[in-house]
């Protein structure tokens, strides 16, 4: 291995220099690693993992952030297997391993219509039969008849490069799928607003399908018939028990198995291009010299950290600015949740009466594996459940820390419908991710493919990037642009911090 040792205002050397510790980070290092380079990566917090993150509520062990991820591709549960996560290995007793949600429940939509069970068959929040009961509940018969109209309109309403989501959706399919079922999808899964996220950054199945059969419900159609006929389509996510953090602590292991170095609490201060074309990384009195420069970070550190070394580049990282969201988790001792009243849990419509949080994960109802923890680490307890809301739409005051658990108790007895007092709560815990969740605002697709064409280029030879704003938010996005052969075109997010 060629990486030296820490020397103030020295030059070492790396064949690899990663920068940022989150999952796309440490799926490149890995890679590195692999292949037998040396490998630095470099982490300017006390953790790795990004969002995906994990912690103890009155003793349950809990996803903090990320707590799922979709199964669409195979591309993390192939990655979950090469790490011996799956629970596959023989000495696997007691070890990480994949766990399937609880079947039989799904989840709700609250809005000004009420609480509702999402639609079947859906696709961001866009239903395949407008017209069926569960899509009724929610739309209402004119909201309904007025989503069925979708297939007779011309092609050309609403699809131009680059539109927002509401302004597709509003105007092929109405303004009652638009605020009803799409809003509190593009809230609760993106925390974005659906009138700034681009199509086709929020689903690029849905705009591609849109363009290649001229109808967003035909769209939807095909794509959950693609979806079934891969596997069942009631177990789109999956999880790690105990908690998603098993993932980025077992990436972080194997780059340390294969001599890769990880320090964390080491921000870059300053990049630079060395006459040979390599890259120099500095970090305070020390600068790191390196072949290979791949930059993990959110898109407006990667604009800074270039604008010296290729400013054509730097100019060319589209703004996708983040949404700072406030996660409540709730451990209550409530018997009549084991009824799950909202199923796996709830999103919210914006502007929905008499509730400020955005979605609601009823975590025990959803992961059996959170529930028998729960059981097990609170034995006095009558029946213990855990309860997850967020916070925090863009342009948003989010709730002061010092009161937030009340409100979310009061938001959560209003979506299950059932009243939680302070005298049930066992344990609470309040995290805050600000820097996670990402907003492709329109253009983001366009400038994307700008990008990728710089990186081509002979000056940027041995540079990438990498994160959430080139791949799509979700964990399955980010292993899938990690591939060699993978595109970066953004897609759907699955289990986020939000």
């Known amino acids: 291995m060629t990486v030296q040792g820490q020397v103030a205002g020295r030059t070492r050397e790396a064949r690899t220099v990663v920068v940022g510790g989150g999952l ?42 990320a707590e799922a991820y979709s199964v669409a591709g195979g591309h993390v549960d192939a990655l979950l297997e ?14 990480p391993t994949v766990v399937t949600p609880r079947s039989g429940l799904g989840s709700r939509i609250v809005s000004d219509a009420g609480t509702h069970p999402a639609p079947s068959g859906s696709v961001l929040g866009v239903p395949s039969r407008p017209l069926a009961r569960d899509a009724r509940a929610v739309l209402g018969l004119v909201g309904s008849l007025r989503a069925a109209l979708e297939p007779l309109l011309p092609a050309r309403i609403g699809s131009r490069p680059g539109a927002s989501v509401d302004a597709v959706i509003r105007a092929r399919c109405g303004a009652r799928v638009a605020e009803r079922l799409v809003a509190p999808i593009v809230g609760g899964v993106h925390s974005a607003d659906p009138r700034t996220l681009e199509l086709a950054s929020a689903s690029q199945p849905l705009a591609a399908g849109l363009a290649r059969h001229g109808s967003l419900t035909a769209a939807v159609r095909a794509i959950t018939a693609e979806s079934a006929r891969r596997g069942s389509p ?30 964390t609490e080491a921000p870059v201060r300053r990049i630079s291009r060395e006459a040979d074309g390599g890259w ?59 009824a799950f009243p909202a199923g796996t849990g709830a999103l919210v419509a914006p502007g929905t009466a008499g509730v400020r949080a955005k979605a609601l994960t009823h975590v025990s109802a959803k ?23 967020s916070y925090g739409r863009p342009g948003e005051t989010l709730p002061d820390p010092s009161d937030i658990v009340d409100l979310a108790l009061a938001d959560a007895s209003v979506i299950l419908g059932t009243p939680l007092r302070r005298q ?12 996670a969740m990402r907003q492709a605002r329109p253009g983001h697709a366009e400038a994307l493919t700008e990008v990728t064409a710089l990186l081509t280029r002979p000056e940027h030879a041995g540079l990438d990037l990498a994160g959430t704003w080139r791949a799509g938010t979700g964990i399955a996005a980010i292993v899938r642009a990690s591939k060699p052969t993978s595109s970066t075109t953004p897609t759907t997010a699955e289990g986020t911090p939000s």
């Open 82 to 95: 090469e790490l011996g996560l799956d629970g596959s290995a023989p000495d696997a007793a007691g070890s």
């Open 280 to 338: 120099t990384v500095a970090l305070g009195t020390e600068s790191v010299s390196t072949e290979e420069l791949v930059l993990a970070v959110p898109p407006d550190t990667a604009r800074d950290l270039l604008a010296e070394a290729a400013p054509s580049l730097s100019a060319a990282i589209p703004q996708a600015p983040a949404a700072a969201v406030r996660l409540v988790a709730l451990v209550v001792d409530a018997p009549a949740l084991d």
């Open 424 to 435: 049930d709560l066992l344990g609470s815990a309040v995290i805050d991710w600000d820097r």
């Open 24 to 65: 796309a980070g440490l799926l490149a290092a890995r890679s590195a690693a692999r292949a037998g380079r040396s490998v630095l990566l470099l982490e300017a917090g006390p953790a790795l993992g990004g969002a995906i993150a994990a912690g103890h509520v009155a003793g349950v062990p809990l996803s903090t952030g």
């Open 367 to 389: 992961w059996e594996h959170v529930q028998a923890a729960a059981r097990a680490a609170l034995p006095e307890a009558r029946s213990p459940h855990v309860l997850r809301l």
């Open 234 to 263: 009631g177990t789109r996510v999956r999880s790690l028990a105990p908690t998603m953090g098993a993932l980025p602590e077992a990436l972080a292991a194997e780059i340390r198995a294969h001599g890769g170095e990880i320090r």
